[in-house]
């Protein structure tokens, strides 16, 4: 199993997971959960991130509880973390996916332009005549930036010869490609998820694991242990994930207690082929100027909040997970559905198509693995049959998807493709241009994290090695 360095932040996170579903196994989670706070650290230990280790503990707490689902801000912290086991009282109606821990949250100030003590106050003081908003001046002999009067363009900072003036980020504030993350009036974030478009970006750059995922990976140990057969539904991606063959972690998932397994790359299949069809009739035979992908969902809720203009464009094909869930179903009638995966909006289409019943990320089955004592090496390699083809295996990295849909078709479709590889504001500008005005692509392949999915917000891998042992994999079905 890939041994990937983590920081401390992300250790924190998976000791907490691997804490629940060790204790699962072994039978006394609802008696034990409350230990977990001082597992992780111990009675005589030191403070090494807070204050204190009391308030050390009481943010593993909210931690806990994060990963049994609930959102921290309209739990009762009082009450002990033995009651929330059976997941009583979760409140998923709104699917808020994420939840914000106020006690872990810094309150960073927020993002402005700073003078340090490099400025050598030099006579040009091109910083002054470049601020369009005369919010420089000179004090002490240094340049003094007055935060009233900044609007935080940064053209001072580009101005400073002597790269003097530095930009301060609030990270999830820069991550967030919509504006999603606000501050309350202790300059704690706060999310608006009336805005938020699940990418998950700022859970994954936040330093101090303040934003967490709202996990279901109890709901998938409770599924184990029903009279229920559990199916893993596998996204491509997990190819660059753990280092091993999908036939060592076909093993590797029946152990920990999934019954069947399907890789979702048989459904990107069925996306590839009907959305070349739907390309043919609406681009080529009807004119339209041009046509997005639909796979990614995180881009789809982008365009219904954000971007209503870009809707008429988007492909009305479904996704990779959509026609694998359809297809056990169909085989598997009754059964729980889980995909595992590297993305956090998965899980949102999982709560609205009604065709999923959990979402498993791939950090969540790392922990389940460890839990169980589950070594890939000593795994054997299960013969697999019906493989997907390396075409559709290909959907979880940058331009995948385009390469799907031409060899899906039976004929040269003339498309032309763009490539967005990553969402942010700049991207957007473009596809609200693309709609208003001409587009020089008659299809736009829209990947909302870097990389595609291999680098999605709960990838364990670096997303460039990652892409690489996809590829390779992938080459192995052409």
Known sequence: MIKRKINNSEHLKREVLVEIAAMFFHGNLEKDIHKIPYNIIPTGSEAQFRCCVYKERSILKFRVLAALGYSVNEVDEAEHLNNFVEQKDLNNKEGKLLTVLDSACKACMRSNYMVTEVCQGCVARQCIYDCPFNAISMQNGRAYIEPAKCKNCGKCKSACPYGAILKLNVPCEEACPVNAIKKDQKGRAIIDHSMCISCGRCMKVCPFGAIMERSQILNVLKAFNSDKKVVAMVAPAIAGQFDASMGVLTTALKKIGFDYVYEVAKGAEVTASNEAAEFKERVIEKRQKFMTSSCCFAYTKLVQKHVPELQQYISHTKTPMHYTAEIVRRELPGAVTVFIGPCLSKRKEGQQSGLVDFVLNFEELYAILTAK??????????????????????????????????????????????????????????????????????????????????????????????????????????
Request: proline share 4%.
């Open 373 to 478: 004592g589950i070594n890939l090496l000593q795994c054997e390699e299960e013969k697999l049959e019906n493989r997907p083809s390396g075409a559709a295996m290909r959907f979880p990295l940058a331009g995948g998807v385009t390469k799907a849909v031409r060899a899906a078709s039976k004929e040269d479709l003339g498309i032309k493709a763009e490539l967005i590889n990553g969402l942010d504001q700049k991207v957007i500008y473009k596809l609200k241009a693309y709609c208003n005005g001409n587009c020089p692509h008659n299809f736009l392949e829209v990947m909302t994290c870097l990389g595609g999915c291999v680098g999605g917000p709960d990838a364990i891998r670096d997303k460039i090695k990652a892409a690489v042992d996809v590829e390779k994999y992938s080459a192995q079905n052409d």
